[in-house]
T-cell receptor, first 112, second 114 residues
Framework: GNSVTQMEGPVTLSEEAFLTINCTYT??????LFWYVQYPGEGLQLLLK?????DKGSNKGFEATYRKETTSFHLEKGSVQVSDSAVYFC???????????FGSGTRLQVQP | DTAVSQTPKYLVTQMGNDKSIKCEQN?????MYWYKQDSKKFLKIMFS???????INETVPNRFSPKSPDKAHLNLHINSLELGDSAVYFC?????????????FGPGTRLTVL
């Protein structure tokens, strides 16, 4: 079946540090890949997405590249801010099935 | 201007009770979902409806019954609540126009069963 594996958190960084959150997936065919963010006490917001191999999704300084050869979709940001503190979820949608399959989430804490 | 709304935001109830959570979307989407987020933040699909028709029904106890009176609403009724039902329940919606590739989530309903 489909699955998504994320690095365990929490990830604690100082402001302006470089962020990487690893995500790998298992799926047949060609899934679409997503990063969602959940700020404290809120629902999920789509951060970025990529629908085919070698696509790069980007938003708010975050980037992730769909790597089919390594089945990965790692999230990166060059300089994090305190306001980026949240839980980040990697997810996929498999062709023909509309529901998202989520990773376990990675909590990011950015300290001033 | 809320896109996906849920009521109530918080729900505290006793074991054995029956409760409902309501979800409405004003995006004109044709597909709606219920996801459950457990205490460890893990999210899992429960149900999905497309144009009022059930299309995804994961391994969920039959105490949970979704109901979609129209395309814009998907409610979740839970009978005989158990302690393990305590979680945050998220409603979401998507549309064929985007290939169902982007799901919009509601703010969640935190259910606490005592």
């Amino acid at each position: 079946g489909n699955s998504v594996t994320q690095m365990e958190g929490p990830v604690t960084l100082s402001e302006e540090a470089f962020l990487t959150i690893n995500c790998t997936y298992t799926a047949t065919g060609y899934p679409s890949l997503f990063w969602y963010v959940q700020y404290p006490g809120e629902g999920l917001q789509l951060l970025l997405k990529a629908t085919k191999a070698d696509d790069k999704g980007s938003n708010k300084g975050f980037e992730a590249t769909y790597r089919k050869e390594t089945t990965s979709f790692h999230l990166e940001k060059g300089s994090v801010q305190v306001s980026d503190s949240a839980v980040y979820f990697c997810a996929l949608i498999h062709t023909g099935r509309r529901a998202l399959t989520f990773g376990s989430g990675t909590r990011l804490q950015v300290q001033p | 201007d809320t896109a996906v709304s849920q009521t109530p935001k918080y729900l505290v109830t006793q074991m054995g009770n029956d409760k409902s959570i309501k979800c409405e979307q004003n995006l004109g989407h044709d597909t709606m979902y219920w996801y459950k987020q457990d205490s460890k933040k893990f999210l899992k699909i429960m149900f999905s409806y497309n144009n009022k028709e059930l299309i995804i029904n994961e391994t969920v106890p039959n105490r949970f019954s979704p109901k979609s009176p129209d395309k814009a609403h998907l409610n979740l009724h839970i009978n005989s609540l158990e302690l393990g039902d305590s979680a945050v329940y998220f409603c979401a919606s998507s549309t064929r126009t985007s290939g169902y590739n982007e799901q919009f989530f509601g703010p969640g309903t935190r259910l606490t069963v005592l």
